[in-house]
């Protein structure tokens, strides 16, 4: 139970074109959905948080503008990135969580995707 | 400001015995939830054990249990007959019992089973 895809799992895409990713949990009405970079040999870094039909919220020093985060339903986000570059190349992890901790979630508790590699030429 | 701290970047133990995985947090909150998770070579991550500090009784799943000391902000996993399959990095992580807050996560230990 609780489960979180990601798709692309990975992908490839040349500098100045813009990738979408993603993340649906599969079992469960997610109402926050978490997106994650990590970088090699790292932990993961929190890029944003986003709840259903509201607006995301960004960690400090991620670009809004670049990486945008749409929480349409409460089983969908998706992560796009925007004129991607090179030094976007990384892998992104999202995970979503359930205010109701109802089967098969508990409460505050996150479910992770497995992840998308994206490389920019 | 939360903070998880662990000390042990890499560890190796042989197929079949114990290890313990150590860590230590920083919280002024009296409720909270921690975490252990895995993530294999595959990169998935995946939810191990999960503490409510509020509880006393410290949590296990199979052969997967924890050292929950409130009072010190400590929180090791002890993995019993560890398998090949263990193999990978091992994350402690904090929340606040705020809900849907975020997770704050260690460094990270990667364990090593030795066939």
């Known amino acids: 139970g609780a489960v979180v895809s990601q798709h692309p799992s990975w992908v490839i895409c040349k500098s100045g074109t813009s990738v979408k990713i993603e993340c649906r949990s599969l079992?469960?009405?997610?109402?926050?959905m978490f997106w994650y970079r990590q970088f090699p040999k790292q932990s993961l870094m929190l890029m944003a948080t986003s709840n259903e039909g509201s607006k995301a919220t960004y960690e400090q020093g991620v670009e809004k503008d670049k990486f945008l985060i749409n929480h349409a339903s409460l089983t969908l986000s998706t992560l796009t990135v925007t004129s991607a570059h090179p030094e976007d190349s990384s892998f992104y992890i999202c995970s979503a969580s359930a205010t109701s901790g109802r089967p098969p979630t508990r409460p505050d508790t996150q479910y992770f995707g497995p992840g998308t590699r994206l490389t920019v030429l | 400001a939360q903070t998880v701290t662990q000390s042990q970047p890499e560890m190796s133990v042989q197929e079949a015995e114990t290890v313990t995985l150590s860590c230590t947090y920083d919280t002024s909150e009296s409720n909270y939830y921690l975490f252990w998770y895995k993530q294999p070579p595959s990169r998935q991550m995946i939810l191990v054990i999960r503490?409510?500090?509020?509880?006393?009784q410290n949590a296990t799943e199979n052969r997967f249990s924890v050292n929950f000391q409130k009072a010190a902000k400590s929180f090791s996993l002890k993995i019993s007959d560890s398998q090949l399959g263990d193999t990978a990095m091992y994350f402690c992580a904090f929340i606040p019992n705020f809900g849907n807050e975020k997770l704050t996560f260690g460094t990270g230990t990667r364990l090593t089973i030795i066939p």
């Open positions: 079992d469960f009405q997610a109402t926050t």
């Open positions: 503490q409510e500090a509020y509880k006393q």
